[in-house]
Each structure stands twice: as structure tokens, then as C-alpha cells.
């Protein structure tokens, strides 16, 4: 018997009893969790703080405030979302009537990361109780005090046996990867990504994977300059860039490369100031491991903004790095930092063929006012998802099912999405006993010719 059994199989015990399949269930559950969210919103401000020293602003904007919205959503839609869907019957079924029923798995685990401790532990939570399921969330270990939070609110709202709170590290993951859950849904780096999907594998555990990798953002000469660098220093330094889906590289179009840059100087001294470092509100870099990964790039390329830190702290100056190329280590894996390297192009199909060279990313961006140019970037290259001329805000939309491909993801979830993430879609044919067509049994005299008109 494992360490998480006994849990496990009361809460399987828990969905047998069906409780969880009445809708008025999961509307009391979401409206609860909506109700204890608000009034616990200073106490998760102040754990994030002490986390990651998030700012009170990204705290309710990326955090709290889209939980919210995604809760107030699925509270809207649910009992639409729920309804058995009617399909066609094709004409050889004749009598009968198709539907769809969406129906829970089960008991699910979710795994999730710690650069948005809450909100990445919570919206899958909102899909599994929409959805009508039980749930074990392991939240990040690098996150603790934001976990502890989590763990306090659920078991405050809700019994063990519907959602229950496991915190720990890598090793509570893998002992609960050892339980027979129904659906996995893991958020979290490609190469853990890989060890929840050979562990699923083993019991047949159908997964969502919400991974990384680099993101790339492409700025063309003919882009709204001073647009597009607000809108792309705000997605890579917001959360000092601890962001899946943050701008990971740029590939910047040479003949605006000198404007486009001093620009973006500019805009980011708007943002977060003449010194960063001393700005309170500046996220920090949440190890030391990760702190000292980040600062070895520094001497990649040349700094053109940026470039200092603060080991004490942990932060990292927003940072722009030009002169990179493919062979810096910068852009060998996710950077997942405040540093932003440069790469330049004169033709599109050069960065094409640079994208395509590389795993399919999670996000990108082109910035472009050439519809032509937008077309081609989003029908040749393979992502998860992305914005025309804005960076990460396509992440906020639930009406978007956000995830990734290839190695970025497996899998999609928030609006409608987050649901059907967490559902079984089980086709039922209901025959009529009206009548019974002959043709289909083998003992008919031509009955196959009679089938082959109608199969062919
Ligand atoms: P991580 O993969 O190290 O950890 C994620 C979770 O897995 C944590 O809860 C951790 O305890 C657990 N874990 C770690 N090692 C494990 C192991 N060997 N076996 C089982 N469980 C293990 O990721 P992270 O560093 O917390 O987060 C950063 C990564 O997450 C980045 O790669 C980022 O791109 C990705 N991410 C993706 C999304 C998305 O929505 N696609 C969102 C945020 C972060």
C-alpha cells in the first residue's frame, strides 16, 4: 500500500456515492471557493509577497483576479457545459438517437509549478469541480508559504474525500504518481512532464501536460514600434519573466533593430524604473539554483539594458542581450528569467526555419501590421497558441482553450476547455424498438447487397 492510498481510495469512494455528479454540488463547491478566495485575497497577497515578492498589482491581476474570472465563468456556463450534446445518426442507424455525455473521470491529481503558485494549483481545480470530480493538488514546494495557504483554504472548504491539499516535493509527486488517479493534470517543465507521462503510462492514465520551452517573438519592420515594445517588455519582465508563456527571444527585423531597441530602453524604465533593483515591487527569482542559472547567461552577446542583480535578494535588472546567435547558451533551453537575448533577420523565412529547427514552441508573437506576413507566421509554424501584435494576454480569455503542442503540451484547459479537460466524452446511440433493420444481421437473403448501397 502506497503513502497516498488510503486517501485515494476514500476519495473514490466519495465519487461512487455520486455527490459529485449533482450540478448544484459543483455550483455550491465553485461559489465557496469563489466566496473564500475574496476573503482570503490579503492573506494570498501577502504569501505570494513573501514567495516571490510579487507586487500587490501582478498578484490580483495574473493570480487572484483570474481565478476569479475563470471561477465566474464556469459558474455562468456549467449547466449549459453539462447537457447531454445531440449528434446526427446516419441514415445506415436508422430509428435510433445520438448524444454525447460529458461525464468526470473520477479522482484527479494535479501537479503544479511554482512562478504562479496559486492560479496554476487553482483553474485546473475549477475544470476537475466543474467537471465533477474528486482532486488531490500537489502544489510547488519552491512556493511554500503560497502553499500553505492553498492547503489551509481547501481543507477549511472542503472534505478530504472530495478535495484534499498534498504538499511536499518531488518525492510526494512520485509517491502519488504511484496511486491510481483517474486523470493527471501537470503543470510544470518538459523534462518532469516526461517522468508524469511514463508514470501515467504504466496504469493507462489519460494526462494534460502544460509545459515550456522558448517562446519567440517576432518583431517585423513594418510593426507598431512603440506598441509593440510596451507590449513586449510588460510580457517578459511582469513576474521578472518567470512566465511559461513569457517573450522567451526576439527575433527583431534589422532594419528597425537600432529604433525598435531604443524604444524598448525606454518603455522599460517606464515600467520598473531608472533602477529596478531598488524597486520594491520587482519580482524576485524564486532560488538561488534558478538565481545563479540566469546570471551565467549574462556574459552571452552584449548587455544592452540591464545586466546587474542582486545575489542577497535574488533579482535580476530587466536585461537585453544583442549580438546572440543559436549557439549561446541562452538559447539552448527556456530562459525563464528577465533576460531577454536578441536575434535579427532580414528575411521571414529565415526565422521560419530557425523556429522550425527547434521544439514547437508553447507561445509566439509576431508583431506586424502585414496581414500577409501575420498569415504565413501562424499557418507555417507549429505552437501552442499566441497573440497578433500583443504578447501573453491570450492566456486571460476563456473563451481561448489554452495549452501547448509537441513537446510544449499535451492537452488544453480554461473556459469551456478547462471542462471538457476534465471530462469523458461518452457517445451513446439510444436504438428505437419500434422496428429492427433486417439487413444488418447475416442470415438475411441479400441482405450485403442491400448494405452496399448503403456502404460504399
Ligand atoms: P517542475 O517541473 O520542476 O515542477 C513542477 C511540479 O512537479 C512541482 O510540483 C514539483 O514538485 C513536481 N516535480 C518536480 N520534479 C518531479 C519529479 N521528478 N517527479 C514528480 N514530480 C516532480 O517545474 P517548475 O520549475 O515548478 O516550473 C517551471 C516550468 O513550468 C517551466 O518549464 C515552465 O515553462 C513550466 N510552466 C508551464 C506552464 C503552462 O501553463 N504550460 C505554466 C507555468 C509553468
Redesign the pocket.
Known amino acids: 500500500m502506497g503513502t497516498f492510498t488510503t486517501l485515494v481510495t476514500k476519495q473514490k469512494g466519495f465519487f461512487r456515492t455520486g455527490t459529485t455528479r449533482d450540478i448544484t454540488y459543483r455550483l455550491d463547491a465553485l461559489q465557496k471557493l469563489r466566496i473564500a478566495i475574496k476573503s482570503n485575497e490579503q492573506v494570498l497577497i501577502d504569501a505570494l509577497k513573501e514567495d516571490l515578492n510579487k507586487s500587490e498589482f501582478d498578484a490580483y491581476t495574473s493570480e487572484i483576479g483570474l481565478v476569479l474570472e475563470e471561477i465566474r465563468f464556469a459558474i455562468k456556463h456549467l449547466r449549459l457545459w453539462v447537457k447531454p450534446k445531440r449528434v446526427k445518426t446516419p441514415i445506415t442507424h436508422i430509428g435510433a438517437r445520438s448524444f454525447i455525455l460529458s461525464e468526470p473521470y473520477g479522482t484527479a491529481l494535479i501537479?503544479?509549478?511554482?512562478?504562479?503558485p496559486f492560479q496554476?494549483a487553482i483553474v485546473p481545480l475549477i475544470g476537475a469541480i466543474s467537471a465533477g470530480n474528486c482532486s488531490v493538488i500537489?502544489?510547488?514546494?519552491?512556493t511554500p508559504k503560497t502553499s500553505k495557504v492553498l492547503a489551509k483554504l481547501i481543507s477549511d472548504l472542503f472534505p478530504e474525500e472530495y478535495i484534499s491539499v498534498v504538499e511536499?516535493?518531488?518525492?510526494?509527486?512520485?509517491a502519488l504518481?504511484n496511486e491510481q488517479f483517474d486523470y493527471i493534470f501537470?503543470?510544470?517543465?518538459?523534462?518532469?512532464?516526461k517522468?508524469?507521462m511514463e508514470?501515467a503510462a504504466k496504469n493507462l492514465i489519460p494526462v494534460t501536460?502544460?509545459?515550456?520551452?522558448k517562446s519567440p517573438c517576432i518583431v517585423h519592420k513594418d510593426a507598431n514600434i512603440k506598441l509593440a515594445a510596451k507590449r513586449i517588455a510588460w510580457g517578459k519582465f511582469t513576474n521578472a519573466g518567470?512566465?511559461?508563456?513569457a517573450p522567451d527571444y526576439l527575433y527583431l527585423h534589422k532594419s528597425i533593430k537600432n529604433q525598435f531597441l531604443q524604444q524598448f530602453k525606454e518603455t522599460t524604465i517606464d515600467l520598473y524604473g531608472k533602477q529596478p533593483l531598488t524597486n520594491e515591487n520587482f519580482t524576485r527569482i524564486?532560488s538561488a539554483r534558478?538565481f545563479g542559472r540566469l546570471t551565467s547567461f549574462l556574459d552571452n552577446g552584449e548587455i544592452f539594458i540591464g545586466g546587474g542583480y542582486n545575489q542577497e535578494k535574488l533579482t535580476i535588472e530587466p536585461t537585453v542581450l544583442t549580438n546572440i546567435t543559436w549557439e549561446d547558451p541562452i538559447m539552448q533551453d527556456?530562459i525563464?528569467g528577465p533576460i531577454l537575448p536578441v536575434l535579427e533577420f532580414e528575411e521571414l523565412p529565415d526565422v521560419l526555419e530557425g523556429i522550425h529547427r527547434h521544439p514547437k514552441p508553447?507561445s509566439l508573437y509576431i508583431f506586424t501590421e502585414n496581414n500577409k506576413v501575420q498569415e504565413k507566421v501562424l499557418s507555417d509554424v507549429s505552437f501552442?497558441g499566441g497573440c497578433v501584435n500583443d504578447t501573453v494576454y491570450h492566456?486571460a480569455s476563456p473563451y481561448l482553450p489554452?495549452?501547448?503542442v509537441g513537446s510544449?503540451?499535451i492537452g488544453a484547459y480554461h473556459g469551456k476547455g478547462n471542462f471538457d479537460s476534465f471530462s469523458h466524452q461518452k457517445s451513446i446511440l439510444k436504438q428505437t424498438t419500434l422496428f429492427d433493420i433486417p439487413y444488418r444481421y447475416p442470415n438475411v437473403k441479400n441482405g450485403l447487397q442491400k448494405i452496399k448501397f448503403f456502404m460504399k
Open positions: 501537479i503544479s509549478p511554482w512562478n504562479y496554476l500537489k502544489p510547488s514546494e519552491l511536499g516535493d518531488a518525492e510526494t509527486s512520485q504518481l501537470f503543470t510544470g517543465s518538459v523534462s518532469v512532464g517522468i508524469i508514470a501536460l502544460e509545459l515550456g520551452g518567470q512566465t511559461c508563456i524564486v534558478h527556456e525563464f508553447l501552442g492566456f489554452f495549452g501547448g510544449s503540451g
